[in-house]
Nanobody
């Protein structure tokens, strides 16, 4: 039974930084991992993904050059380093994992965390 828990969200001013963490329990193998975000009235949006081994990463155009996804499989933890934050980055951020798909679509992910709120003020 896989459980994902996000942490590290908070309130920051535009231009600031946050690092989100995603801790994983319940599995002995590594899954592909992605971060998504969602704001009220909008669909869940792809942010970044990383393959199970960490060898491949991909980012949404809106965050390229500002966000970095990484993972430490020995700690069963994934990260999203967010720099140069903008008010438009304000959202609930979700960690997701799937054993089979390295995907940018939320519909392809089997396991989800509860989300962590990121608020960027002007």
């Amino acid at each position: 039974q896989v459980q994902l828990v996000e942490s590290g969200g908070g309130l920051v001013q535009a231009g600031g930084s946050l690092r989100l963490s995603c801790t994983v329990s319940g599995r002995t193998f590594t899954n592909h991992m992605a971060w998504f975000r969602q704001t009220p009235g909008n669909e869940r949006e792809f942010v970044a993904k990383i393959s199970a081994s960490g060898g491949m990463t991909s980012y949404a155009d809106s965050v390229k050059g500002r966000f970095t996804i990484s993972r430490d499989n020995a700690k069963n933890t994934g990260y999203l380093q967010m720099n140069s934050l903008k008010p438009e980055d304000t959202a609930v951020y979700y960690c997701a994992q799937d054993p089979n798909r390295y995907s940018s679509s939320p519909s392809n992910y089997k396991y989800w965390g509860q989300g962590t709120q990121v608020t960027v003020s002007s």
